[in-house]
């Protein structure tokens, strides 16, 4: 099994990248946040691997932090989550914020992910909340709550930002003016400006 990978990162995309060890191009299914943290092409990547194998095919899943591919393992040990599944929760939310929910059994936040509906949100909680304690979590921060928040994070994610990205932007803003919490506008433009 192939448990670790290093080459050159000869493609890469949102969902997928390509890195070339031994002059075999290894094509490697990667999430958003591993995505943004590659370096550019044609320099080495380093990636931790789940190695798949079914009666038809070998996938591989990347993931440039340890955690991240501890937590798609947990993922996909839940039942009706499969591997594609897992790689779009952890598109959806960073490991720590999705380690975060399912501890808090916030089930809104894990079915703003796609693919996750009410069933499924109920089942990820029930199935992992006592299997997660070696993740060291980080406290929630305090500057993205506000009345003004959840309407921002949906406007940017309505004009195709990622979740994780827009939650960023937010809290940068936020902890530039603790005053825009409660400000739409104010927050909105304060966090395109982070975010592009």
């Known amino acids: 099994m192939i448990a670790h990978l290093r080459g050159k990162l000869i493609h890469k995309e949102p969902g997928q990248a390509i890195v ?3 002059g075999v191009g290894y094509d490697v299914a990667i999430s958003v946040p591993t995505f943004t943290a590659l370096p550019s092409l044609g ?43 897992a790689i779009k929760i952890l598109s959806g939310l960073s490991s720590e914020r999705t380690v975060q929910a399912i501890r808090a059994q916030d089930h809104a936040q894990l079915v703003r992910i796609p693919g996750v509906g009410k069933k499924l949100a109920e089942r990820l909680v029930v199935e992992l909340k006592d299997k997660l304690e070696d993740f060291a ?13 959840d309407d921002v994070l949906s406007a940017l994610v309505n ?10 932007a937010v ?24 975010i592009r």
């Open 20 to 22: 070339e060890a031994a």
């Open 43 to 85: 320099a080495e990547a380093s990636l931790h691997i789940h190695t798949q194998v079914s009666e038809d095919q070998i996938a591989l899943f990347g993931f440039l932090d340890r955690e991240e591919k501890q937590l798609f393992e947990r993922l996909i040990t839940v039942s009706g989550v499969g591997s594609r599944l």
């Open 137 to 149: 979590v980080a406290p929630m921060q305090t500057a993205v709550k506000g009345p003004a928040v």
């Open 159 to 168: 004009l195709g930002y990622q979740r994780p990205a827009a939650e960023k």
């Open 171 to 194: 809290e940068q803003a936020i902890a530039k003016d603790q005053a825009l919490a409660s400000d739409f506008d104010g927050l909105f433009r304060g966090a395109l400006k982070v």
